[in-house]
């Protein structure tokens, strides 16, 4: 008989975080061919995941299931913490959110293969509430005078990227950048301390709604 399957949620969330993490992979081995780092190197950009990974997303883009995703989880957990400490400080989000999602996979134990949703389901308060924490910690974090000075922020550098990258020349009248640049800082706690809000925010019952929007991005 043909493997049933996977549950909707579980489908969805598989799809997601396998494209996710191949166009992270992606971008990141770019950006390493970029700086022409020996792959020796300690300062080696920490590609999350490794195209040692790739096939395995590609698989569990194809053909969702619980155990794919466990693998793939316990793979990529398994490469961060090998290239620990060197990896930036969005990969130790990634450590805690997986590893949550990973136990519950597991603690779910054959109930998971056959309904991934109940695993999705348990996992999803648990990883909203190390979002609002991590969020509301990282707009906390900024609120201090060197931030806030626009001259020494790192803030305005990325709005300056963004702006070169993403807003036709066109669209971008002379008042604007220096504008965008000085609000930069503010702009970013806001921005930060706006995402653990959301995520509290109860969701609609027909699940629209910034909440709901938010907590989606969370998952």
């Known amino acids: 008989a043909a493997p049933a399957a996977a549950p909707p949620q579980l489908r969805l969330f598989c799809r997601m975080y396998a494209a996710q993490q191949l166009l992270m992979c992606g971008a990141l081995s770019h950006a390493q061919a970029l700086l022409a780092e020996p792959a020796a190197s300690v300062l080696q950009l920490p590609a999350s995941p490794p195209l040692l990974l790739a096939p395995f997303l590609l698989l569990l883009f194809c053909a969702p299931s619980a155990r794919l995703l466990a693998l793939s989880l316990a793979l990529s957990l398994g490469i961060i913490l090998r290239k620990m400490p060197f990896v930036w400080d969005f990969l130790l989000w990634d ?13 779910c134990g054959p ?16 990883v909203r509430a190390q979002y609002v924490v991590f969020y509301a910690c990282t707009a906390l974090w900024k609120v201090n005078a060197a931030f806030l000075d626009a ?13 070169d ?3 036709p020349a066109a669209l971008t009248p002379p008042w604007l950048p220096p504008l965008a640049l000085a609000l930069a800082p503010a702009a970013t706690i806001l921005v930060e301390a706006a995402i653990p809000a959301l995520l509290c925010v109860p969701a609609a019952a027909d699940g629209r709604g910034a909440g709901a929007a938010c907590r989606r991005l969370g998952l």
Do not use: M
């Open 165 to 167: 990258a993403y807003v």
């Open 151 to 163: 001259s020494v922020s790192c803030a305005p550098i990325f709005f300056a990227q963004l702006l």
């Open 111 to 126: 109930a998971a293969a056959a309904d991934g949703d109940r695993a999705v389901a348990l996992a999803a308060p648990i």
């Open 95 to 107: 450590l805690q959110t997986d590893a949550a999602l990973l136990a519950l996979l597991l603690l």
